[in-house]
């Protein structure tokens, strides 16, 4: 919220209170269904690719070195994995930052994700992986 109009939203609480007013309850749950899709989608790739990059690598090392050099091997696999996971998660990530941060453009992801590739193309998609994946490698470094 403050992101979006730092003058009217002021504090946390002030913001609550100015879109239960100006949405009701309802306001509260905008965007969650691209959020439980999205998240999903991002979970079951992380884990699931997780265990097939970590065969995969451990194989093409061969056992004597897939055990020397675990870690690493593990690391390139978890790697690997968030890859594929965060291209699951950001189409639903898009949808749903619009669809919070720019009334009417749509209800929800039915409508939206349709409307966002009308605008933006799916190379538009591609964007917003690459700003989402630098937004959060901002965030995980301002926290140290």
């Known amino acids: 919220m403050f992101q979006i109009d730092p ?3 002021k504090s946390i609480t002030s913001g609550f209170g100015i879109l239960a007013k100006e949405q009701g309850v309802r306001g509260f749950f905008r965007g969650w ?8 989608a ?9 265990e097939f990059f970590k065969k995969y690598y451990s194989d093409i090392a061969g056992p004597e070195y897939a055990q ?4 690493l091997i593990y690391l390139a696999g978890s790697a690997s994995a968030e890859v ?6 950001c189409p639903f990530e898009a949808v749903k930052v619009r669809v919070q941060t720019q009334p009417g453009f749509a209800r929800g992801l039915s409508d939206g994700l349709p409307k966002f590739i009308k605008s933006e193309g799916a ?3 591609v964007f917003h992986l690459i700003f989402f994946k630098f937004a959060l490698i901002y965030a995980c470094c301002s926290v140290l």
């Open 7 to 9: 003058a009217k939203y």
């Open 33 to 40: 269904v691209p959020t439980l899709i999205g998240y999903s």
């Open 42 to 50: 991002q979970g079951a790739c992380k884990f699931g690719f997780y």
């Open 68 to 71: 020397k050099y675990k870690t």
């Open 84 to 89: 594929i996971a965060d291209v699951a998660l």
């Open 123 to 125: 190379l538009g998609l």
